[in-house]
């Protein structure tokens, strides 16, 4: 993680992931997280293997929890009536391995993400959150 010093950005904190294919930056009631999708463990090939959810201190970024996901290459914060909060993670593959990966959208609790809806996929790669005439989407 960089950090602007008003000249160039310096690295203010080194984040040890496993084949991160995405980040999601967002902020829920006044405190700031930063979510990874975690693609697979080089060392192993595991394509099962947890993505992570950290918190501001205000110092740094320190481990909230973490998220059961299989071949992670995307996570999406979503919040569609702006009391209840969701992270949408796209699963791409298993270590089987096969394509054929539920991806799962996870409520917050108030302390925790916990999972809330399976969607079957097929190599999933991207959650996008949006809203039309005041209905809201996830394709």
């Known amino acids: ?9 310096v690295e203010l904190q080194s984040i040890r992931t496993h084949g991160a294919m995405s980040w999601e930056f967002f902020t829920l009631m ?3 997280y930063l979510a ?3 693609y697979r463990s080089s ?3 595991d394509h099962e293997i947890a993505s992570v959810v950290y ?16 071949g992670a290459l995307d996570v999406q914060y979503f919040s569609p009536d702006g009391q209840q ?26 302390s925790a993400f916990v999972p809330f809806q399976s969607i ?11 809203v039309i005439d005041g209905s809201s989407y996830l394709a």
């Open 1 to 9: 993680i960089y950090q602007w010093n008003g000249t160039v950005f």
């Open 30 to 32: 006044d405190t700031a």
């Open 36 to 38: 990874v999708a975690n």
């Open 43 to 45: 060392a192993t090939n």
């Open 55 to 70: 918190r501001w201190n205000g110092t740094l970024f320190v481990e909230q929890q973490t998220l059961a996901t299989a």
């Open 85 to 110: 909060h969701f992270l949408a993670v796209a699963n791409y593959q298993n270590n089987a391995p096969t394509f054929d990966v539920d991806s799962v959208i996870f409520q917050w609790t108030g």
């Open 120 to 130: 079957p996929t097929h190599g999933a790669s991207d959650w996008e959150y949006f």
